[in-house]
């Protein structure tokens, strides 16, 4: 027992080293056939001696059964976002505030670790003495999904760190993505099967790592770079940054091999200029360049701003652009009624995705680009996001093509469109008779952020619109299981569920309830001004328009659209269906604002806070008793400014309002 122990311990040193060479050093160091012939061998022993496989034994990268679901890893530490620069300015601006909050002496420039930013999927990877633990992708920055099982199928991923001095616990971040030639061969091998193709790397590699069977995620041509650390336990960082991505080299975690410490601005975009140069042969998806302040210390006493590093930044690259002609021109109509112009395009490959639909908007802009069927126009991912059509290649317009026009009905229902004078947005008069408004209203009525009613997909909505089921928000609360059961894809169980979440949901607030029944102009924000106003419907519903513009930041359209929403009695009679099927919300208590230290006060935020986020800032006011706006007026009672503040200050200044810092407001709510 005690030679094979030795000799299985020998085995997968060796073979740890040799994964080191192949996929990290990219200098493999023995044939194919001998590491096989190693792997056979370590193979043989663990079969005769199986209470001696250990998790970290290479012969455990792919094993166990597929999962039913993931599990959840809360994160030792935050998985931040990184705020965004798109031009020299912006980066300009990012190392001044770098400079200023260090209180650098002028002339003193900054050292800044520079790497390219990955087109892939964020993960982090816990090692405890050593041996990799846990797996888990960033989710929503505070808990991720639990990968363990497929992230020790990628090659570049040691089973157990090299070398020795290790820490007790160390957490590091890392990108997984997929190789230009990778995707490429893994694409060819599909389309040779017949099997769906992917789209792009990005999205191969996400659904490459989230597979429940990690034999499949095996077969994916997966890669990772380590950029950074969370959690760590039982030792000491390095005092820099490019020195600790050394120390992750040594450990035998790969790393990019064109991260580099640049000095002052000059130096970011020089880097910049040559990673854009070199993208293309770089062999693998960047959509720009990450700049970090190279100190731990400095980045320390930098610190952080709601979800991102005040230390760091990423450096977009422009949008990419590609020629394609436009085959139709469509109109779709929103839950306000609102039309939409839509080009159907001759799908193209643009920022690393097919596009074949474009947004034109509005009328307004469908004119003065005067987008025509037929043409031949310049396509762009706007952000790398949303597609748009820049502009129009009129010198290969052909003859005879027409100007699209507004149509004068409705493209669903027949009914009227009518366009107020001034205004971009032509919409459908026929309301909750347009199939189309029925179904964007009740999308979303149980949307997330409104009332919360889980399960309720957009195709079910169809569903139940389109078989006469329901036609109003308040008629889902009317359903019956013998009803859903009858749908596609929905047996009892699922039914059951989504019965349970409808009737949850009946629980709410008074805000998003407003924000649920759709009033054209009425967001979340408003919607929690006019709850917080007027604090039960019945004095929403009869208060005069001039009542519902001393809201804070409700102006005359957004209070003649709140008016004439409750002056539908079409409207009214959907609002008291709901309330009759049990929807409702806390009483306000009367004596809550009188007591509280910002009673009656409005406030408004501008620029970045030394340690409050916004939406805490925000929080923090209303719990105090105030209100918070978005822009200033005369009503305002304080601007509460932090870095960067910008015409909110101004307009404060000149208006003569209070204007106050983080701690001034701290000490208002104490």
């Given at each position: 027992m005690a030679t094979a122990k030795s000799r299985m311990l020998a085995l997968r040193a060796e073979i740890a080293r040799h994964d080191h060479r192949y996929y990290v050093l990219d200098d493999p160091e023995v044939p194919d056939a001998e590491y096989d012939r190693l792997m056979r061998e370590l193979r043989a022993l663990e079969a005769e001696h199986p209470a001696l496989v250990t998790p970290d034994s290479p012969t455990q990268r792919v094993g166990g059964t597929a999962l039913r679901e993931f599990g959840e890893v809360v994160h030792g530490m935050p998985m931040l976002s990184l705020d965004n620069a798109f031009s020299e300015e912006d980066v300009t601006a990012f190392d001044?505030?770098?400079?200023?909050?260090?209180?650098?002496?002028?002339?003193?420039?900054?050292?800044?670790?520079?790497?390219?930013?990955?087109?892939?999927?964020?993960?982090?990877?816990?090692?405890?003495?050593?041996?990799?633990?846990?797996?888990?992708?960033?989710?929503?920055?505070?808990?991720?999904?639990?990968?363990?099982?497929?992230?020790?199928?990628?090659?570049?991923?040691?089973?157990?760190?090299?070398?020795?001095?290790?820490?007790?616990?160390?957490?590091?971040?890392?990108?997984?993505?997929?190789?230009?030639?990778?995707?490429?061969?893994?694409?060819?091998?599909?389309?040779?099967?017949?099997?769906?193709?992917?789209?792009?790397?990005?999205?191969?590699?996400?659904?490459?790592?989230?597979?429940?069977?990690?034999?499949?995620?095996?077969?994916?041509?997966?890669?990772?770079?380590?950029?950074?650390?969370?959690?760590?336990?039982?030792?000491?960082?390095?005092?820099?940054?490019?020195?600790?991505?050394?120390?992750?080299?040594?450990?035998?975690?790969?790393?990019?091999?064109?991260?580099?410490?640049?000095?002052?601005?000059?130096?970011?975009?020089d880097y910049y200029r040559e990673i854009g140069r070199r993208r293309p042969t770089l062999g693998y998806q960047i959509d720009g360049v990450v700049y970090k302040v190279d100190s731990l210390g400095r980045q320390r006493?930098?610190?952080?701003?709601?979800?991102?590093?005040?230390?760091?930044?990423?450096h977009k690259f422009p949008a990419e652009e590609e020629m394609t002609q436009v085959r139709d021109v469509e109109w779709q109509v929103g839950r306000t009624g609102a039309l939409t112009p839509v080009a159907r395009l001759?799908?193209?490959?643009?920022?690393?995705?097919?596009?074949?639909?474009?947004?034109?908007?509005?009328?307004?802009?469908?004119?003065?680009?005067?987008?025509?069927?037929?043409?031949?126009?310049?396509?762009?991912?706007?952000?790398d996001v949303i597609p748009e059509i820049v502009r129009v290649i009129l010198e290969r317009r052909p003859r005879g093509t027409d100007v699209v026009q507004l149509p004068a009905s409705c493209p669903v229902c027949g009914s009227a469109v009518s366009r107020i004078?001034?205004?971009?947005?032509?919409?459908?008069?026929?309301?909750?008779?347009?199939?189309?408004?029925?179904?964007?209203?009740?999308?979303?009525?149980?949307?997330r952020r409104a009332m919360d009613v889980e399960g309720l997909g957009d195709k079910l909505v169809e569903q139940l619109v389109d078989a006469g089921i329901v036609?109003?928000?308040?008629?889902?609360?009317?359903?019956?299981?013998?009803?859903?059961?009858?749908?596609?894809?929905?047996?009892?169980?699922?039914?059951?569920?989504?019965?349970?979440?409808?009737?949850?949901?009946?629980?709410?607030?008074?805000?998003?309830?407003?924000?649920?029944?759709?009033?054209?102009?009425?967001?979340?924000?408003?919607?929690?001004?006019?709850?917080?106003?007027?604090?039960?419907?019945?004095?929403?519903?009869?208060?005069?328009?001039?009542?519902?513009?001393?809201?804070?930041?409700?102006?005359?359209?957004?209070?003649?659209?709140?008016?004439?929403f409750f002056d539908s009695k079409r409207n009214r009679d959907v609002v008291n269906l709901l309330l009759a099927h049990g929807v409702a919300w806390p009483a306000p208590t009367a004596s809550k604002s009188e007591n509280q230290p910002l009673a009656g006060k409005t406030l408004v935020l501008t620029g970045t806070l030394p340690t409050?986020?916004?939406?805490?800032?925000?929080?923090?006011?209303?719990?105090?008793?105030?209100?918070?706006?978005?822009?200033?007026?005369?009503?305002?009672?304080?601007?509460?400014?932090?870095?960067?503040?910008?015409?909110?200050?101004?307009?404060?200044?000149?208006?003569?309002?209070?204007?106050?810092?983080e701690e001034q407001l701290l000490h208002l709510v104490r």
């Open positions: 001044r505030r770098v400079r200023e909050r260090l209180e650098l002496p002028d002339g003193e420039q900054v050292e800044y670790n520079c790497e390219p930013k990955l087109d892939g999927l964020a993960i982090s990877l816990t090692y405890v003495d050593g041996v990799f633990t846990v797996g888990a992708t960033r989710g929503d920055g505070v808990k991720g999904e639990d990968v363990t099982a497929n992230l020790r199928t990628i090659g570049s991923v040691p089973l157990r760190l090299l070398g020795g001095r290790h820490p007790k616990l160390v957490e590091v971040r890392g990108e997984v993505f997929m190789g230009d030639a990778g995707f490429a061969k893994m694409n060819r091998d599909a389309e040779a099967r017949g099997d769906k193709v992917f789209v792009n790397p990005r999205n191969a590699a996400a659904g490459s790592l989230r597979q429940l069977d990690p034999s499949i995620t095996a077969t994916r041509p997966l890669e990772i770079f380590f950029y950074g650390v969370g959690s760590f336990e039982g030792g000491s960082l390095p005092p820099r940054h490019s020195e600790f991505l050394a120390q992750l080299r040594e450990w035998g975690l790969r790393t990019c091999p064109e991260i580099r410490v640049c000095t002052g601005v000059e130096g970011l975009l006493e930098l610190g952080f701003v709601a979800r991102a590093p005040r230390w760091a930044i990423a001759e799908p193209v490959f643009v920022g690393g995705v097919t596009v074949s639909n474009a947004t034109l908007h509005n009328v307004d802009e469908l004119t003065r680009k005067d987008v025509r069927i037929g043409d031949t126009v310049i396509v762009r991912r706007a952000g004078e001034g205004e971009a947005v032509a919409r459908c008069t026929g309301g909750l008779v347009c199939p189309a408004q029925r179904k964007e209203s009740i999308k979303h009525f149980a949307s036609a109003s928000a308040a008629d889902l609360y009317a359903l019956t299981a013998a009803q859903l059961e009858g749908l596609e894809r929905m047996g009892e169980k699922s039914a059951a569920k989504l019965l349970a979440s409808i009737a949850a949901s009946r629980e709410t607030t008074f805000a998003r309830f407003l924000f649920a029944l759709g009033i054209p102009n009425v967001g979340e924000a408003t919607a929690l001004g006019i709850a917080e106003h007027f604090g039960t419907l019945d004095s929403l519903q009869s208060a005069s328009l001039e009542q519902i513009m001393a809201v804070p930041d409700v102006g005359p359209v957004v209070a003649e659209d709140v008016r004439e409050l986020g916004r939406a805490d800032a925000e929080a923090l006011i209303r719990k105090a008793g105030g209100k918070v706006a978005s822009s200033v007026s005369k009503k305002t009672d304080y601007l509460v400014a932090g870095d960067s503040a910008g015409s909110k200050l101004d307009k404060a200044t000149q208006l003569g309002v209070a204007v106050i810092s």
